[in-house]
């Protein structure tokens, strides 16, 4: 059963950076597919930004440029790098990881799909 930590979360002034990070437990395959979704309040879930083990890496397009995500193996940690956080970010932002079989793209749900507890952040 894989279990994920987000962290990382805080309250940054327009034009700050923060650092997301997703602790993966249960999963020793060196294959994956993970992501961050957020979600602001009242509005639907949206995926932020997607990596998996070939490091293919996908984006929304509002982040393209100040947001980057990687993958540490070693730590089984996930991390999501946001730079130049507009007020429009703030949102509760979760990781999502899914199991073989993979879906088509790591944006989707596969048949097997765990997701974080989410963490805030809130950019004045």
């Known amino acids: 059963h894989v279990q994920l930590v987000e962290s990382g979360g805080g309250s940054v002034q327009a034009g700050g950076s923060l650092r997301l990070s997703c602790a993966a437990s249960g999963y020793t395959d060196s294959t994956y597919c993970m992501g961050w979704f957020r979600q602001a309040p009242g509005k639907e879930r949206e995926g932020v930004a997607f990596?998996?083990?070939?490091?293919?890496?996908e984006y929304v397009g509002s982040v393209l440029g100040r947001f980057t995500i990687s993958q540490d193996n070693a730590k089984n940690t996930l991390y999501l790098q946001m730079n130049g956080l507009k007020p429009e970010d703030t949102a509760v932002y979760y990781c999502?990881?899914?199991?073989?079989?993979?879906?088509?793209?790591?944006?989707?749900?596969?048949?097997?799909?765990?997701w974080g507890r989410g963490t805030q952040v809130t950019v004045s």
């Open positions: 990596i998996d083990s070939d490091k293919r890496t």
């Open positions: 999502k990881a899914d199991v073989p079989p993979f879906p088509p793209a790591c944006r989707f749900d596969g048949t097997d799909t765990y």
